[in-house]
Every structure is written in C-alpha cells, then in structure tokens.
C-alpha cells in the first residue's frame, strides 16, 4: 500500500511498472534508504533487481553514490554471483565507476566475471576504454589497479591512454603508464611538445630512453611555447634522430639524338604500321 501510495502522489501508473517507473519511484528516495527501498519495491513486484538493477546502479554511479552502488552488489544469487548484471551497454556500468574514480565498486566489479575491463563503452561517442577515461581524468589509483589486469591493453589506439594523459597534464598517471612500459611513448611525443603540456610531463617523456624526436621538431616546438622555462628546456635537449642530408647523386648527362636519326626511326616505325596493316587487310 505504501508504494501504491507513492505511485499515486507521483503520477506514475500502477498497473504497468519498468524501469523508468523505479527510478522516478527511487528518485524520490534518500539514497541511505534505497538499499531497503530497492528490496521492498522488488519484493512487492513492483520492480526487478535482476531486470531493473544495472539502470539503478548507474544513477547511483553518476551521482556519486558509491557506497550505494556497492550495496546494491550485494543482492547474491544462489550461485553466489551479484543479482544485478553489470555488463549491459558494453560494461557502461564499469566505465562510469572508472570514470568517476570509483576504486572501490572498481575492485568489487572486477570481482564479476560478466564484467569486461577494457571494452570501448558504447555511450561514448569515440567508443572510449575505461582506462583510457580514467587516464583523461587523473584517477591514479583506478589506472593502477586497471594496469594489474592482464585484460586490459594500455596500447589501443596507438596508446591513447598515454595520449590522454599527457594531454591532461597527469603527471601521476603518464608516471604509471611510462613505468608500466606497454605504451609506448614515442605516439605521444608531438602531444609532450604542445606549448599546453607542463614542463614536467614533457620532460619525462622526452627523457624517456625509447622516446625518438628530430631538432625541427624541438625548434617548432619552441617557437610554439610562450613558456620561458620549457623554452630553455627543450633548447637544451639533443635530439636523438639526426636527420642526415640526403645524398643527390648526380644526373646521368642526356643523350641527344640527331634530329635526322630520330626522323629515321619515326618513319621506319610508321612503315612498318602501314606494312602491318596492309597485310591484314
């Protein structure tokens, strides 16, 4: 009767619940009371925890919530496995806690052997990987503990988990990727020399052994920064590509023909053309 009630007062039809239906009925829920809410609005039939379960714990996750998020984990099935199936929408569920930094419900999904780590989330307009959001967004602790997974490739897409790093300036991050040593540095090279990147992340790129640049794309670079220190720095640096000049071998003479030979061989081509097709014919 209670939640009868709470369809009533929110305008929500009783005869046919989904799962729009339970969030607008949970939304008005405090979220300390949504692990009991959950389980009486289940109970009752009014929603499903296997069915409605991952749309709720996704809100729970973009709105922060994650001592929520791992409550609702916590609905087992017989089998021993969480009631609630993360792995719909390309593992979005997963995506969102690594995006949020969400270490923690991190650990606990990786727990789930339905939850994939490393696949493209299809929400994301550029199909983006768990890693390579958090990379964007600094969380240290989530790339570390995403790095530990053999699952999980720090190289797709010509590293740009690296990228996205140096890009941001997290300089904790682009320390883990570069220790870690699968990613290879030398995609981001161009994004270390950007006049935006901060001197310290540029520098441990550059300073990396397997880091490959030329002198011109150190002078570009310094034209391009309006950052007096990184200037002096990237003066200072010896490229390890020497580009050598190119050797110019030189031309072989041009023979010129007498006008008259040339003239000779012309008509002796259209004689034997003529001879040819008289004798078809």
Aim: glycine share 4%; with cysteine.
């Amino acid at each position: 009767m209670v939640l009868l009630g709470m369809c009533s007062r929110l305008h929500l039809p009783t005869d046919h619940f989904n799962t729009m239906t339970a969030i607008a009925i949970l939304e008005k829920v405090p979220y300390a009371k949504l692990y009991d809410a959950v389980q009486a609005l289940d109970e009752a039939g009014v929603i499903s925890i296997a069915k409605d379960g991952c749309a709720i714990l996704k809100k729970c996750i973009l709105d922060g919530e994650e001592t929520v998020a791992r409550e609702l984990l916590t609905f087992i099935n017989s089998n021993g496995s969480s009631v609630i199936d993360p792995s719909p929408e390309n593992n979005a569920v997963f995506y969102w806690a690594a995006t949020k930094g969400m270490l923690k419900l991190v650990n606990a999904l990786l727990k789930d052997p339905r939850v994939h780590p490393d696949e493209d989330c299809s929400e994301e307009a550029d199909n983006i990987t768990p890693l390579r959001s958090a990379c964007w967004d600094g969380h240290v602790a989530v790339v570390k503990r995403l790095l530990t997974d053999e699952r999980v490739d720090p190289t797709s897409k010509n590293n740009q988990a690296m990228q996205n790093a140096i890009t941001k300036g997290q300089i904790g991050v682009v320390e883990l990727l570069l220790t870690d040593g699968r990613a290879d540095p030398n995609f981001a090279v161009l994004f270390a020399l950007l006049s935006s990147t901060p001197l310290k992340v540029a520098r441990m790129v550059l300073e990396d052994m397997r880091v490959k640049y030329t002198q011109a794309d150190l002078d570009k670079a310094i034209f391009r920064t309006d950052n007096e220190a990184k200037k002096a720095y990237l003066r200072s640096l010896k490229p390890p590509i020497e580009l050598k000049p190119a050797v110019v071998e030189d031309p072989k003479p041009a023979v010129i023909e007498d006008p008259k030979e040339t003239l000779s061989k012309t008509e002796n081509r259209f004689d034997l053309h003529i001879y040819v097709h008289v004798k078809q014919e």
